[in-house]
């Protein structure tokens, strides 16, 4: 069965800095590649999507992911953090196969605390 | 466009009561897909329907059972609730089951067991 870690439970930035946030999944062939973010008290908003073609993939916010086949990750990144980007971040994975349908494998979730 | 809609939004139940939740999703989007949010086991994929037929179960007990409309509405019930049941409930809908990469999730159902 597909699983996804999500290398830390929390991590503090300062404002302005660069935040990373690590992924990695363990299948064997790979599969669709999702991060999205949590805010309090709402859903999932998806930040960015790798399917095909360029593994540098960016998405909103200002957050880009490298999808890497030979380390089994995507890790998220942002070059400098603002403190709107405090919320709870998920790495998720979708098999390509037609079985799996649209179910999504999601890591831990990795809580962003940014500090002014 | 209208996104995925869940209702209610917030919701308390005491043990052994039943649940029902319901989710409408996007115009046009015919599969829906039911997760569970916890603290203790995160992000669950609880099931997936489409065109009124469960595609796919994750790993829940049986009192967890979903159905779909013919207008692609879908509810969860939740039977014999258990105080572990307390969670975020999510939704997402997709135009089909295999355009995960175009899933959007609504805003989801906090359930209260007491």
């Known amino acids: 069965a597909q699983s996804v870690t999500q290398l830390g439970s929390h991590v503090s930035v300062s404002e302005g800095a660069l935040v990373l946030l690590r992924c990695n999944y363990s299948?064997?062939?790979?599969?669709?590649l999702f991060w999205y973010v949590q805010y309090p008290n709402q859903g999932l908003q998806l930040l960015l999507k790798y399917t095909t073609g360029a593994t540098l993939v960016k998405g909103i916010n200002g957050f880009e992911a490298e999808f890497k086949k030979s380390e089994t990750s995507f890790h998220l990144t942002k070059p400098s953090a603002h403190m709107s980007d405090a919320a709870e971040y998920f790495c998720?994975?979708?098999?390509?196969?037609?079985?799996?349908?649209?179910?999504?494998?999601f890591g831990g979730g990795t809580r962003v605390l940014v500090k002014p | 466009k209208a996104g995925v809609t869940q209702t209610p939004r917030y919701l308390i139940k005491t043990r052994g009561q039943q649940v029902t939740l319901s989710c409408s999703p996007i115009?046009?989007?015919?599969?829906v897909s039911w997760y569970q949010q916890t603290p203790g086991q995160g992000l669950q994929f609880l099931f997936e329907y489409f065109s009124e037929t469960q595609r796919n179960k994750g790993n829940f007990p049986g009192r967890f059972s979903g159905r779909q409309f013919s207008n692609s509405r879908s509810e969860m019930n939740v039977s014999t609730l258990e105080l572990g049941d307390s969670a975020l409930y999510l939704c997402?809908?997709?135009?089909?089951?295999?355009?995960?990469?175009?899933?959007?999730f609504g805003p989801g159902t906090r359930l209260t067991v007491l």
């Open positions: 997402a809908s997709s135009p089909s089951p295999d355009r995960v990469h175009e899933q959007f």
């Open positions: 998720a994975v979708s098999d390509r196969i037609k079985a799996a349908g649209n179910k999504l494998t």
């Open positions: 299948s064997s062939v790979p599969p669709y």
């Open positions: 115009s046009g989007h015919r599969s």
